[in-house]
């Protein structure tokens, strides 16, 4: 099958190796250009163009995909179908239509459960049991076309960046399922019940609240690991919670209840931080953490 491959992350990367990996004619691969990165600010080439160019494929990095000029060299690739995972670019109908079965998707989500930008941290946010992949054929709105195929797992606890790697694979593998055998997998339109919206994750969100609850604070911390991380200030330092269990007793909100750092999260219990980083740090334990910064039980953190 002759595939145009759209996608920028490292999510994307699994599905792009399937692809190739099954022996399609990969036409072209589209990713968002590079972005100034590290200390230098030079221009970093995304995941997907960094692995595209290593795989010898042609590498295309519009800005926008709304000129007739983009359109019409899409559609002169002639492609079967158009793959996209992450892609982070809108898709206009002209690009949409071009590939002769249109453009698959890569969604992190059982759909219509979290259509939209972050479905991975909304669904932890949330306390979802459950998340999974959705093969979507795309149409224009946002995440609103029907399904072809759809993969399930429990969250388990996960981190978001657990849950980004294994989804990925999960994709990749779901995608290149569907492609291998694509009459088997007839489209089914989504029900209007129980659709939900990922919004894109604000920097300010990842500030823990621990008057929410431990359950609440602890989803926080899986949620924004590994960015933007979730944190706490005490004595107007910033403190990153990387990883973190609940614990029953209950305490005052945001108070240090022991020398080991157990924070009080209200009458529901607390939460005890397992690896945590200051700025300009390493990722430690409390206990490294402690020796060399005093957060003595009876203080509490920033409000």
């Known amino acids: 099958m002759r595939i145009i491959f759209m996608g920028t992350p490292d999510f994307a990367v699994p599905t792009l190796d399937a692809l190739v990996a099954a022996g ?37 990095t519009p800005l926008t995909l709304r000129d007739e000029a983009e359109q019409a060299a899409f559609d002169d690739l002639d492609a079967d ?31 219509p459960r979290w259509r ?25 709105g946002l995440d609103t076309g029907p399904m072809l195929a759809v993969d ?39 029900p209007e019940d129980g659709v939900t919206y990922a919004d894109k994750i604000d920097k300010a969100e990842s500030r823990i609240a621990f008057a929410a609850g431990p359950q609440a604070a602890e989803r926080q911390v899986r949620a924004f690991n590994p960015a933007p991380g979730a944190w706490a200030s005490y004595k107007g330092e910033r403190i990153r919670i990387l990883a973190a269990a609940i614990e029953p007793q209950p305490g005052e909100s945001g108070l240090i209840l022991d020398d080991a ?19 300009g740090k390493g990722a430690m334990s409390p206990a490294d953490l402690l020796r060399g910064f005093a957060m003595p039980a009876g203080t509490r953190f920033d409000a």
């Open 24 to 60: 399609h004619d990969i036409a072209a691969v589209y990713t968002q250009p590079p972005r100034p990165a590290g200390r230098g600010k030079a221009p970093r080439p995304s995941p997907v163009q960094a692995r595209a160019e290593a795989l010898g494929l042609p590498v295309r």
């Open 81 to 111: 179908v158009a793959v996209v995972a992450a892609y982070g670019l809108i898709l206009p109908l002209p690009i949409l239509h071009a590939p002769r079965l249109g453009c698959l998707n890569v969604h992190a989500s059982l759909l």
């Open 116 to 140: 939209g930008a972050a479905p991975i941290q909304r669904a932890i946010l949330a306390g979802d049991a459950e998340t999974g992949i959705t093969i979507m054929a795309m149409g224009k």
């Open 152 to 190: 399930r797992t429990p969250l388990d606890g996960k981190t978001a960046g657990q849950l980004t790697d294994e989804l990925a694979q999960t994709g990749a593998a779901l995608m290149a399922r569907v492609l291998a055998d694509i009459g088997a997998y007839p489209p089914v339109i989504q």
């Open 261 to 279: 750092l157990l924070i009080g999260c209200g009458a529901q219990g607390a939460l005890r931080p397992t690896l945590v980083q200051r700025a």
